[in-house]
Nanobody, 125 residues
Framework: QVQLVESGGGVVQAGGSLRLSCAAS????????VAWFRQAPGKDREFVAR????????SYAGPVQGRFIISRDNAESMVYLQMLSLKPEDTANYYC??????????????????WGQGTQVTVSS
């Protein structure tokens, strides 16, 4: 089994930055992909960014493209989400997720079998 633990959330003013971390533990961590999703109150969980573990290929949701950067440290089994130029609409609980299989859309929450507990990000205007 794999356990994922997010950290780094907090309260920041609009225009500020935060760096989220996701630490994986348990068996040897070698997923197909790792992603960040977010969920605001009353809204569905939405895709933010993902990285293919082996090759490092990244993909971003439109609203965060150019502002957020996903990266990973294979040796440390860590995934990061650098968030720049934060906006109030970025306020949400952010989740780290991992999938072992190549099947299933990497932007779909249902494709991921491992989830962290989430970390809250609040951006004030």
């Amino acid at each position: 089994q794999v356990q994922l633990v997010e950290s780094g959330g907090g309260v920041v003013q609009a225009g500020g930055s935060l760096r989220l971390s996701c630490a994986a533990s348990g068996r040897t961590f070698s997923p197909y992909a790792v992603a960040w999703f977010r969920q605001a109150p009353g809204k569905d969980r939405e895709f933010v960014a993902r990285i293919i573990w082996a090759g490092g290929t990244t993909s971003y949701a439109g609203p965060v493209q150019g502002r957020f950067i996903i990266s990973r440290d294979n040796a440390e089994s860590m995934v990061y989400l650098q968030m720049l130029s934060l906006k109030p609409e970025d306020t949400a609980n952010y989740y780290c997720a991992a999938k072992d299989s190549i099947t299933g859309a990497t932007m779909s929450p249902s494709s991921y079998g491992y989830w962290g507990q989430g970390t809250q990000v609040t951006v004030s205007s």
